[in-house]
């Protein structure tokens, strides 16, 4: 019992940007709404779609892991938001509100102890709860490093002009 409270303590700690990670909110407060749309030469997306996309993919896993009825998006393109989108500053704050909701949604799916973190889920093809945790945070991780270097090549370049 307490091994499963460590599990499910370790997995909300990492979920949650902890240890070598950024947190989700600590990026989201040093970012300037200034750069949501900004694009750089070769990067084939702005920061607020990375941040869109964050979403959409950690929105599907959620929803995958708790709805045998759930039907996700065409892959890849249904993971993005359309090519040439641009985000309001309405359209930022909803996308962050959403993204901090479904994190928190998918957190206390993990702390509740009667669901079986290591349980196959019956519609999947051997996901787990578990699995499904961590290929959230990986995920989030990965792309949070994205937008982190993004902002900074960003300010950078806000600051030669």
């Known amino acids: 019992m307490a091994q499963d409270r460590e599990l499910r303590d370790h997995l909300l700690y990492l979920l ?3 240890g070598a ?3 989700f909110d600590d990026f989201i407060a040093g970012f300037s709404i200034d750069l949501i749309n900004r694009e750089l030469e ?3 997306y702005t920061p607020w779609q ?6 959409i993919t950690q929105w599907d896993i959620l929803q995958f892991s708790r709805d045998a009825n759930h039907v996700s998006p065409k892959f890849p393109e249904g993971y993005w938001p359309a090519a040439g989108v641009r985000a309001d500053v309405e359209m930022w704050n909803e996308t962050v509100r959403s993204f901090r909701s479904d994190l928190q949604a ?8 009667a669901i079986d973190l290591f349980a196959e889920l019956s519609h999947g093809q051997g996901q787990t709860v578990f699995r499904e945790a961590l290929l959230v945070a990986d995920h989030n991780a990965y792309h949070l490093g994205t937008l982190a270097l993004l902002k900074r090549v960003l300010d950078n370049t806000e600051s030669k002009h």
Request: aromatic share 0%; proline share 9%; glycine share 14%.
């Open 16 to 18: 949650r940007g902890g």
């Open 21 to 23: 990670h950024i947190s």
């Open 42 to 44: 070769g990067v084939p």
């Open 50 to 55: 990375v941040l869109e996309h964050m979403r």
């Open 106 to 113: 998918l957190a206390e799916l993990l702390d509740n102890p």
